[in-house]
């Protein structure tokens, strides 16, 4: 196999393996399409380009997500456009849930958008890229202690909203 | 038992995977841990499905595509090269560093730093095609394009500007593809050209913020400035 063919599928495997992550990964924090397509594609190209120096295909993730969160904070530098209110951001529905099932998610889906950024990000982090707490604290160089607390703070925030919305349940 | 309830609550917001021994030891312990494990499960589950927000089919399939079509590693050095070469400029200007941002005195600094940034690769990304997002990216800064330029941009993509976010385009001309930056809430001086390593640009002043029109020394960018400046038009306008 040529050497440009084994890069080009090396490239396709980590695509296929954290593409579809990176994407949600990158629609959580821009809460915008068009941006988030824009934000993936730009941090694909810059792995391609560098994909040579990625020693190791276990450590692609982090790789990945380094990339992204470089990419978001040059895009982001500085102020951004409102593009849309958290409340207008609309997603497909699941089409198997219950009615009452996307009434819950919906609301979640919104509280996420409103967490502060210093608890919504260690929370995808765990919940959509799979991280440990040690994984976080690495990727965001801060704290094991810090990254458990914005954690649990996150996720006690997500239910307090819920309940103040009316969801009642367990959660 | 060796921890109580409310510690047992706090790993579970912290980390409700856990496998360590001690965690799943104490989860079936006695009724309320039981209790409190099942809501956590079913909380988690929720938040699994509420952030796995559906990926467009697309998606990959045109990432992939794009790093077929882009030139890859031959080319690094001579990017690296150039932006070895930038730096030293940017240095000797004095312009200031922070974090993996670079702040400008100028917007004249600005346009070659990011033409220098990406303006070649965003040239070769653009594949002659109309582009079909137009409409979406622009909004945001609450401007569209008029058909007559609309019609000629075969790719749009957000970048950062001095002030903030803006968008850079690609348009195909009779003397080849030339790059616009659209700089929602910069001021320049209408008109100004600017030279760097055999590019030159004009920066167009618009009715809400600037452009900058990047082609290379045999394209007379100049010639696009009435185009450019009469079509980033209000989006309640008629054209």
């Given amino acids: ?171 | 038992m060796s921890r109580n309830l409310s510690e047992f609550i706090r790993q579970l917001g912290t980390d409700p995977a856990s496998q360590d021994p001690e965690f799943l030891r104490v989860r079936n312990s006695a009724p309320e841990f039981i209790q409190a494990a099942n809501d956590s499960a079913q909380f988690e589950r929720m938040l699994a499905r509420a952030v796995a927000v559906p990926v467009p089919e697309h998606v990959l399939a045109d990432l992939k595509e794009t790093a077929r079509t882009t030139t890859g590693g031959a080319t690094r050095w001579r990017y690296y090269a150039m932006a070895a070469g930038l730096l030293l400029v940017i240095t000797a200007a004095g312009i200031t560093w922070r974090m993996s941002a670079v702040k400008f005195d100028s917007v004249e600094q600005y346009v070659a730093y990011h033409y220098h940034h990406d303006g070649e690769d965003v040239l070769a990304r653009a594949d002659g095609q109309s582009a079909d997002n137009i409409g979406e990216v622009l909004s945001g800064f609450k401007v569209k394009l008029a058909p007559g330029l609309a019609g000629m941009v075969s790719l749009i993509k957000f970048c950062p500007t001095p002030a903030g976010m803006g968008a850079h385009l690609v348009v195909k001309t009779a003397n080849g593809p030339v790059t616009i930056i659209f700089m929602p809430d910069t001021l320049v001086a209408d008109g100004e050209m600017l030279a760097f390593d055999g590019m030159q640009a004009q920066l167009v002043g618009l009715g809400r913020g600037s452009a900058a029109v990047i082609g290379t020394s045999s394209q007379n960018v100049a010639e696009l400035h009435y185009l450019v400046q009469s079509s980033f038009i209000s989006p309640g306008s008629a054209a």
């Fill in chain 1, 1 to 171: 196999m040529s050497s440009e063919a084994w890069r080009q599928e090396r490239f396709n495997a980590l695509a296929n393996a954290y593409g579809t992550d990176l994407y949600r990964y990158a629609l959580w924090m821009c809460a915008n399409d068009a941006l988030a397509k824009d934000l993936v594609q730009e941090t694909w190209l810059r792995a391609w380009k560098a994909l040579d120096r990625l020693n190791s295909d276990a450590a692609g993730k982090s790789w990945l997500i380094t990339i992204l969160r470089r990419e978001f904070a040059r895009t982001f530098e500085r102020k951004v456009p409102k593009f849309a209110d958290v409340n207008t951001i609309e997603v497909r529905e699941d089409s198997q849930s219950e009615p009452d099932d996307r009434v819950e998610i919906q609301l979640l889906r919104r509280n996420i958008q409103k967490l502060p950024p210093r608890y919504r990000e260690p929370l995808l982090l765990q919940v959509v890229m799979g991280y440990s707490c040690d994984e976080i604290a690495q990727q965001l160089a801060i704290s094991k202690s810090a990254v458990m607390t914005q954690l649990f703070r996150a996720r006690e925030q997500l239910i307090q909203r819920l309940q103040q919305d009316g969801v009642t349940g367990n959660v």
